[in-house]
């Protein structure tokens, strides 16, 4: 039978990833005019993915996912999809990862989150029948490329402290 902490431990990488998820749908206002937050649920996904995947099942990165469209109103599965993409990819290239510089990890981010949200961008502009504003998406890359140390930082010690 596990104790408290046992199962505090085991829902860290999951409970981190849900409450980014639904921040993710208060916006951030840096004008009157843009409303942008960046993508906190990338980087955890990201994160958990490399350093804990054995606590992140695919199958909750897709309900998270499905959960994100429903929540911000971007074609249904489209989150879902990209968020599994960036599991995949980034469990995939855990090896690259582990063991090198923070500069490796934050490099490999930039490049899967830019990626991520073109996509998101791309998709979401084929549903909607029109080419969106790429200065939105490309605020929200910026901001999430350089709040990602800071996250980072957090997760490192949630790992560290609870989930190790």
Do not use: C
């Amino acid at each position: 039978m596990h104790n408290i902490f046992d199962i505090v431990r085991l829902i860290v990488p999951v409970l981190t990833i849900t409450v980014l998820v639904i921040a993710s749908f208060l916006p951030f206002n840096i004008s009157q005019e843009v409303v942008i937050f960046p993508s906190l649920t990338i980087i955890a996904i990201f994160y958990w993915a490399i350093y804990r995947p054995d606590l992140v099942p695919p199958v909750f990165i897709f309900l998270i996912g499905l959960l994100k469209d429903i929540g911000t109103g971007t074609p249904v599965g489209l989150m879902a999809s990209v968020f599994l993409i960036i599991y995949s990819v980034s469990f995939g290239q855990r090896r690259f990862f582990i063991g090198k510089t923070f500069y490796y990890t934050w490099f490999g981010f930039a490049v899967i989150s830019g990626a991520s949200l073109f996509i998101i961008w791309v998709m979401s502009a084929l549903f909607l029948g029109r080419v969106g504003v790429l200065m939105i998406p490309l605020m929200q890359y910026f901001l999430s490329v350089v709040i990602f140390p800071v996250v980072i930082w957090f997760f490192v010690r949630l790992q560290r402290h609870l989930v190790d």
